[in-house]
């Protein structure tokens, strides 16, 4: 399960002589921090009722949160405003959903699937972010298979979702999940496509979300 950075994709900005925009980059690591504590705080509230949860919760968080405050500043980043919004929007989208669940059944598959997104996050290191950026390429362990299994784990918890409650507000909600999950992925790899090791990569993992099929 080790991971592969294919290369250091260009020498990154020297920490000796900080302009105005790492200073601001470095206040966007905070933000981000910020941003999955309050994610995580939400989610502890949500789960309050089952102790395993919270506190695989809290580390994965605790994980992410850590290697977000180590980040170097990325050589190339779209932060456009609606970029933004995507990326926002496909990390909240849960909040939307309506659901009520008895069934043991999606719960073990919630569980599973949150399992393999937050694995999949964590094995980016150093190189996690919410916005496209580049910096470290990762192509270790799931990243062998498809190139956004993150991604594809998240809209597989949507289905579960939708199957055990399908109204129509939730099918609106997996149809926009699954348009931003596209639109992200598509910024992010034609960012990376700037690096030739994120095109031999690409070249070798074919597929984004579900091997075989796109």
């Known amino acids: 399960m080790s991971l592969e950075p294919i290369a250091e994709t260009a020498p990154l900005p020297s920490n000796t002589a900080r302009p105005p925009r790492a200073i601001v980059r470095r206040w966007a690591n905070w933000g981000l921090a910020a941003f999955l504590l309050a994610e995580c705080a939400y989610g502890i509230w949500l789960g309050s009722d089952d102790n395993w949860n919270v506190v695989w919760w809290v580390t994965v968080i605790g994980v992410l949160v850590v290697n977000t405050l180590r980040r170097m500043p990325p050589v190339e980043q779209d932060a456009r405003w609606w970029v933004w919004i995507v990326c926002t929007a496909s990390t909240l989208r849960f909040l939307a959903f309506d659901y009520d669940d008895d069934s043991r059944t999606a719960f073990w ?65 997996v149809l926009v999940g699954i348009g931003l999950f596209v639109c992200r992925a598509r910024l992010e790899e034609r960012l990376l496509a700037n690096d030739p090791a994120y095109l031999e990569y690409m070249r070798r993992v074919r597929w984004r979300f579900l091997p075989g099929v796109y």
């Open 109 to 173: 598959l919630l569980i599973a699937f949150n399992l393999l997104a937050d694995m999949a996050l964590i094995a980016l290191g150093k190189s996690f972010s919410l916005l496209p950026a580049r910096r470290q390429i990762r192509t270790g362990w799931m990243y062998r298979l498809v190139r956004h299994p993150a991604y594809a784990a998240y809209m597989l918890t949507d289905f579960v979702y939708l199957s055990q409650m399908p109204t129509p507000r939730n099918a609106a909600v």
